[in-house]
């Protein structure tokens, strides 16, 4: 299974702006789809947002539709989360994850992330 490390976490107030990083160890996340996980304390993991190997195809929950952007740099085996007008109820320890290589993406729910990093926090206060 692949490496992940996540960056780009922090404490910000309500309205702001932050760029959630990911780098994987290795090429074959080429060919794997991608995505963020976000954990609150007392919470079960959510699902927040993936993209397609290829970038063509991406999912947001509805939480974060409009505010989120997911992206993807195979060049540089890089993940990324844009994440707009911050609230408090992003706050949460946020992971990025990888399917197996070559999962067709239409296919892909939560349950499908085979490899994972160890998360960065993201704290918005009030």
């Known amino acids: 299974q692949m490496q992940l490390v996540e960056s780009g976490g922090g404490l910000v107030q309500a309205g702001a702006s932050l760029r959630l990083s990911c780098a994987a160890s290795d090429r074959t996340a080429i060919g794997s789809n991608m995505g963020w996980f976000r954990q609150a304390p007392g919470k079960e993991r959510e699902y927040v947002a993936a993209?397609?190997?290829?970038?063509?195809?991406?999912y947001y929950v509805d939480s974060v539709k409009g505010r989120f952007t997911i992206s993807r740099n195979n060049t540089s085996n890089m993940l990324y989360l844009q994440m707009n007008s911050l609230n408090p109820e992003d706050t949460a320890l946020y992971y990025c994850?990888?399917?197996?290589?070559?999962?067709?993406?239409?296919?892909?729910?939560?349950?499908?992330?085979?490899?994972w990093g160890r998360g960065t926090q993201v704290t918005v206060s009030s």
């Open positions: 994850a990888a399917t197996r290589p070559w999962v067709p993406f239409a296919t892909v729910g939560a349950g499908e992330y085979v490899s």
């Open positions: 993209i397609a190997w290829n970038g063509y195809m991406t």
